[in-house]
């Protein structure tokens, strides 16, 4: 790691979404799928890089949900769904999960937990949810679910997904 102090770039006193959006792009994330099962037993999914880690007792996690979404009340108002993490192999599905031109997910992109949520194929790892309480933040809302569920985790040689600088890329890189 190198020893030069860069200097803080200037400040801006009056940020724009732009300025933030810039900045928040600095920072990678992971490159999640929140999935659900609709009352009409279809899937609907939706990639996410909001998923954050909130509390270990009791088990919860959070992810922000855009208040115009075109499934805004299928998403906030479900009682379970479940959150997968994408390995560096599934930018094809961070895609196809990201349109709005095509809702219908590809089945063969899902399986079925025992509690019979569906959960991304081949994700690094997933986390089954109930629905603990939403908050109003913004043009978004802050979506909490308690985790009842997880699976995987352990596999430490398959590489995540991640985004950054609005890209997708593989965490680690080689
Ligand atoms: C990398 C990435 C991360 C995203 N993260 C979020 C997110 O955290 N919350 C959100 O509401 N939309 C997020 N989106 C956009 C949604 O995937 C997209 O709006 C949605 O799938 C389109 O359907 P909708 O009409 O229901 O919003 C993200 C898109 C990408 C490519």
């Known amino acids: 790691m190198s020893d030069v102090q860069k200097q ?5 006193a009056e940020p724009t979404s732009a300025d933030f959006r810039k900045a928040m792009g600095q920072f990678p994330t992971g490159v999640c799928v929140v999935a659900l099962e609709t009352e009409d037993g279809e899937i609907a999914a939706m990639t996410i890089n909001s ?8 088990l919860l996690v959070c992810w922000s949900l855009h208040n115009d979404s ?12 479940s959150i ?4 560096s192999t599934q930018g094809e599905q961070a895609v196809a999960y990201a349109s709005r031109a095509d809702y219908n997910p590809r089945e063969s992109d899902f399986d079925k937990s025992a509690s019979g949520l569906p959960v991304v194929q081949g994700a690094l790892a997933t986390f089954e949810c109930s629905a ?3 908050h109003p933040a913004g043009d978004h809302t802050m979506i909490l679910g308690k985790v009842t569920g997880i699976s995987g985790g352990a596999d430490d040689a398959a590489k ?4 950054y600088r609005g890209e ?7």
């Open 168 to 174: 997708f890329v593989s965490v680690p890189e080689n």
């Open 84 to 87: 997968s993490i994408l390995s």
């Open 160 to 163: 995540a997904l991640g985004f």
């Open 8 to 12: 803080t770039p200037p400040i801006s």
């Open 51 to 58: 998923f954050v880690s909130v509390s270990l007792e009791p």
């Open 70 to 81: 075109g499934r805004f009340d299928l998403f906030a108002k479900a009682k379970r769904f």
């Open 132 to 134: 603990h309480t939403n």
